[in-house]
């Protein structure tokens, strides 16, 4: 009876170590899991840089950074421009309407 009470114990023990290793079987399958969509978001995160790599290559084909600084500089100085010129468009405007109103009472 000694060597069945001992075979039964053995089989528990082995058992045991069976559920403890399938316990840290499927914990590996969680964490692979979620390390398999780490690397899915990574790899997505890597198209869109492609994509913007792509199209900064295309945009700098066009025109460099320093000249698109430039552009933009121009743009502003014309746009002060535009502004100044219709204000003394206004002005000039304003002084003929009154001068135009003063001749008629003069």
């Known amino acids: 009876m000694s060597n069945g009470q001992g ?37 997505a995160k890597e198209d869109r840089l492609e994509e913007l790599k792509a199209w900064k290559d295309k945009v700098d084909d066009v025109a460099s950074p320093s000249q698109m600084k430039y552009a933009f500089r121009e743009l502003e100085e014309l746009k002060t421009f535009k502004t100044k010129a219709v204000t003394i468009f206004m002005v000039v405007q304003f002084a003929m309407a009154i001068a135009v109103v003063i001749s008629r009472f003069i």
Request: glycine share 2%.
């Open 7 to 43: 075979w039964e114990t053995y089989s528990k023990l082995v058992i045991q170590q069976l559920e403890t290793l399938n316990n840290g079987i499927e914990s590996m399958r969680v964490e692979l899991q979620h390390v398999k969509e780490q690397i899915t978001k990574i790899k």
